[in-house]
């Protein structure tokens, strides 16, 4: 079933489409560039987890998405586009292909009965992977190297 709901969030999220403006936004406050080289950790096949704040959580597709939503943020979203008729701003993803971007859904990626990834770890389904830190969240697509980093403080796209 989240399979299905991350194909659907697929469909209706700004960051797969030509429709984003902002590719490499960044807010106000500390920000964390994507980590150039990982580091010595092994792979956690984990299709949901959240960071041991409880404040971010994610969930990979291994051949469509990883989509991380955050309940706590002191950063502003942009505006929410015409087009999506849910909720905005609480949540970006990576796609198979495009920009990393926001999220419209209706639904949360912010499960508190999954496995917490403890910082330094990370997890991984297909192409995509996301490590957690103390700083924040950080997933790619090593295929495309496309991403973003979120935190209470900050977002970015890369």
């Known amino acids: 079933m989240a399979v ?4 659907t969030l697929a469909a209706c999220s ?7 403006s902002a590719s490499s936004s960044t ?3 500390a920000t964390a560039p994507p980590p150039t080289t990982r580091p ?26 990883a989509r991380c939503d955050i309940r706590e943020h002191s950063w502003t979203p942009p505006p929410k586009p ?3 008729d849910l909720d905005w701003g609480f949540g970006v993803q ?3 292909t495009g920009e990393a971007g926001f999220v419209c859904a209706g639904d949360t990626a912010l499960d508190p009965s999954s496995a917490v990834l403890a910082y330094g770890q990370r997890a991984r389904q ?15 697509n090593d295929a495309t190297g496309r991403g973003f980093f979120l935190s209470r403080e900050s977002y970015k796209f890369f």
């Open 27 to 29: 807010t106000t406050g």
């Open 82 to 84: 015409a087009n999506c």
């Open 4 to 7: 299905l709901a991350l194909v």
């Open 94 to 96: 990576v796609a198979t």
């Open 40 to 65: 010595k950790v092994s792979d956690q096949q984990l299709s949901a987890f959240r960071a041991p704040s409880g404040n971010i959580g994610c969930e990979l597709a291994a051949t469509q998405v």
């Open 14 to 20: 700004s960051g797969g489409g030509s429709n984003q």
């Open 126 to 140: 297909g192409s995509f992977v996301c490590d957690s830190a103390e700083a924040g969240v950080t997933c790619t």
